[in-house]
Structure formats: C-alpha cells, structure tokens
C-alpha cells in the first residue's frame, strides 16, 4: 500500500489514526529537544516527583492515563538510569512510593528549559484556537473514557 492509498483511504477519516499520526508527530517534534534515551513520557514523570515527597505509583498512573504494567515499565527504566528510586510506602507497606534523585533532579531542571523551549516553538506554528481546540477535544475523550463501565 502506497501513501498516497494511506491519504485516500479509510484511515485518514479514522478519528484514532489521525490522533495517531498527531502523537507521534509531537513525540518525534519534543525528541529533537530531548536528550538522547529520554522519552517525553520520563520527562513528565520527573515533573510529577520529588526529592523528598514521594509520589504513589498508582497517582502517577492516574496523572499519566496508562495502566498500572505500563508505569511500571517506565518506572523500572528510569530506577536503572538512576533517576528516581522506588521504596515501600511507610503508610500502606502494599503500596510503593517514587522519589527522584539527585541525578533525576538535575536532569529535570536542564529539560524543563528545553521543554519550555520546544512548547514554545510549538506555539509560534499553531494557532492558540487550534490549541484550546486540541484542550477541549481531549477533555471530551477523557469524559468519553471515564464514562466507560
């Protein structure tokens, strides 16, 4: 199959692949700004935690809108590059708490300036009514999911 069926057929009216290609479009757009081997999904992560409060996994799993294995995953990763460490909640021993490094602060600090930078590029191409567009369709895929039984 050519591109040019991809661009005259069925995909392109999906609702999923054009939401698809728009992800890994800003996935390959903020992986330029990125340092190599972080992923946009670990930046958020390194957001999300502290050195000294610990975040629940199951919060950052809420926050990020993935399943439970998938943080998981992506937490396990970043515990080998040394950017955050899980320990065993005090309060709830079956729960586990995720605190950054030293090494992960410092990496959050340094990318949080680059993200900055490369939103702001973002910006400067896309019409802020196609970005409050984008916010309010979300918002309304969220509502779609949660309403799920």
């Given at each position: 199959?050519?591109?040019?069926?991809?661009?005259?057929?069925?995909?392109?009216?999906?609702?999923?692949?054009?939401?698809?290609?728009?992800?890994?479009?800003?996935?390959?757009?903020?992986?330029?700004?990125?340092?190599?081997?972080?992923?946009?999904?670990?930046?958020?992560?390194?957001?999300?935690?502290?050195?000294?409060?610990?975040?629940?996994?199951?919060?950052?799993?809420?926050?990020?809108?993935?399943?439970?294995?998938?943080?998981?995953?992506?937490?396990?990763?970043?515990?080998?590059?040394?950017?955050?460490?899980?320990?065993?909640?005090?309060?709830?021993?079956?729960?586990?708490?995720?605190?950054?490094?030293?090494?992960?602060?410092?990496?959050?600090?340094?990318?949080?300036?680059?993200?900055?930078?490369?939103?702001?590029?973002?910006?400067?191409?896309?019409?802020q009514s196609k970005?409050?567009?984008?916010?309010?369709?979300?918002?309304?895929?969220?509502?779609?999911?949660?309403?799920?039984v």
């Amino acid at each position: 199959m050519s591109v040019e069926q991809i661009d005259s057929g069925i995909l392109k009216e999906l609702v999923c692949f054009n939401f698809y290609c728009g992800w890994r479009g800003i996935s390959e757009f903020y992986k330029n700004y990125l340092p190599d081997g972080v992923s946009a999904q670990q930046t958020y992560i390194l957001e999300l935690c502290d050195l000294d409060n610990g975040v629940l996994v199951g919060q950052l799993a809420k926050a990020l809108e993935i399943d439970d294995s998938a943080i998981s995953s992506m937490l396990r990763r970043m515990e080998s590059a040394a950017l955050i460490k899980r320990l065993v909640s005090p309060a709830n021993r079956r729960q586990t708490q995720v605190f950054l490094t030293l090494q992960g602060f410092e990496l959050r600090e340094n990318i949080r300036s680059v993200m900055e930078k490369a939103d702001e590029k973002l910006r400067e191409a896309i019409p802020q009514s196609k970005i409050n567009e984008l916010i309010s369709t979300v918002e309304l895929l969220r509502k779609l999911n949660s309403s799920k039984v």
